[in-house]
């Protein structure tokens, strides 16, 4: 049974960057898309980037972490990446990794379809 654990989180202050990792066991995410959601007190969860099985690769990020936030996949390591640079305050939330047997293109707006997610790990950014 695929399983996903998060970590990485933490405080930041504006402007910095952290690393999130999201560790699969169980399964080999090779035919896997991941995607990465966050959630920020009183708001909605919201997709934040997507990154398609081994075969493809491909990305997708929301326009709000464009350019900011970069996906990235270790295959021997099983583990998927959310490099998060030039924090803001409008970043802080809980931060979600979930997975989707799924070779076509990754999904950043089909929440629903992700069937494994992880426990989550808190991201503050504040000074």
């Known amino acids: 049974q695929l399983q996903l654990v998060e970590s990485g989180g933490g405080l930041v202050q504006p402007g910095g960057s952290l690393r999130l990792s999201c560790a699969a066991s169980?399964?080999?995410?090779?035919?896997?898309?991941i995607g990465w959601f966050r959630q920020a007190p009183g708001r909605e969860r919201e997709g934040v980037s997507c990154i398609s099985s081994r075969g493809s690769g491909s990305t997708d990020y929301a326009d709000s972490v464009k350019d900011r936030f970069t996906i990235s996949r270790d295959n021997a390591k099983n583990t998927i990446y959310l490099d998060m640079d030039s924090l803001s305050a409008e970043d802080t939330g809980v931060y979600y990794c979930?997975?989707?047997?799924?070779?076509?293109?990754?999904?950043?707006?089909?929440?629903?379809?992700?069937?494994?997610w992880g426990q989550g790990t808190q991201v503050t950014v504040s000074s």
């Open positions: 979930a997975a989707e047997f799924w070779l076509g293109r990754c999904d950043l707006n089909g929440m629903s379809r992700y069937e494994a």
């Open positions: 169980g399964v080999t995410l090779d035919n896997y898309a």
